[in-house]
């Protein structure tokens, strides 16, 4: 009989620490993520428009070409 001492916690493994998760370092952790996906970002980001073409003249104007590498080339109105 007795009262307490276990608490039946089912055996489920989570990304995020499980069930009643305390990590130590949570507030790290967060920044070194936060900081990795904003440089894969950019990253990615830099690539596209290095790589952005348009063969044909887009009829209205487009934000990325105020970034986009090609734009002038590619839209006589711009130049």
């Given amino acids: 009989m007795g ?3 276990w608490y039946y916690v089912p055996k489920v493994w989570s990304p995020a620490g499980g069930w009643w998760p305390t990590p ?3 507030k790290r952790n967060t920044t ?4 990795t996906v904003c440089f894969i970002s950019s990253m990615i980001f830099k690539i596209s428009a290095e790589k952005e073409r ?5 009829y209205k104007h487009i934000p990325s070409q105020k970034w986009c590498k090609h734009a002038k080339e590619d839209d006589p109105s711009l130049s």
């Fill in 3 to 5: 009262g307490g001492g």
């Fill in 24 to 26: 130590v370092a949570w």
């Fill in 32 to 35: 070194i993520c936060a900081f």
């Fill in 54 to 58: 348009r063969p044909i003249a887009p």
